[in-house]
Every structure is written in structure tokens, then in C-alpha cells.
């Protein structure tokens, strides 16, 4: 099964190392491959480097493409760690 979903990084600081470091840690733990992609750039939502390195900041459109058994339930979980602003105080 192969889902993808647009979302809105939200959050003041963007998708910086704290916020990278929650969102990698999420993505090992299901049975999916996840992937963000930001207008060319892309990288697996299990690599932090990879996603601080698509230098995603508050108000950009990211995609979400999730692929694998828990493709459903990863997608999901990713949606709620991006709309809660990554747990962080504002």
C-alpha cells in the first residue's frame, strides 16, 4: 500500500534537530518506508541529517509518502507529531 499526504510544517523553528530527532525516532517505529519530500528535495523519514537537510521552515508544504504494512498507522502518527508542533513550547 502506497499513501501520501500534503502537510504544513507548522511549528516556529521548522523541521530542526529536536524536531527531526522526534520525527526519525517516530518513522523507525513502524513496518514502513516514509519519505518527505519538500519541491525537489526528499529523504527518509528515519534519517535526521536527511531530514534537517531539506531545510523544511515554518509555513512549508511538505509531502508525506508512506509505503509498507504500517503505511496507514505511520502516516497517521506523522500527521499528529507535524499538527501538534512537535510537542513544543511556542
Do not use: P, Y
Not at 8 to 25: F, P
Not at 48 to 71: C, I, N, P
Amino acid at each position: 500500500m502506497r499513501l501520501e499526504k500534503q502537510l504544513t510544517i507548522i511549528n516556529k523553528l521548522g523541521l530542526h534537530a529536536r524536531a527531526a530527532t522526534q520525527l526519525a525516532k517516530l518513522a523507525q517505529t513502524f513496518n514502513a518506508e516514509i519519505t518527505i519530500i519538500q519541491g525537489e528535495k526528499s529523504a527518509s523519514a528515519a534519517s535526521v541529517l536527511g531530514l534537517m537537510m531539506l531545510e523544511s521552515s515554518q509555513g512549508k508544504e511538505v509531502t508525506v509518502v508512506s509505503e509498507g504494512d504500517d503505511a496507514q498507522d505511520a502516516l497517521n502518527a506523522i500527521e499528529t507529531l507535524i499538527c501538534a508542533r512537535f510537542n513544543e513550547d511556542e
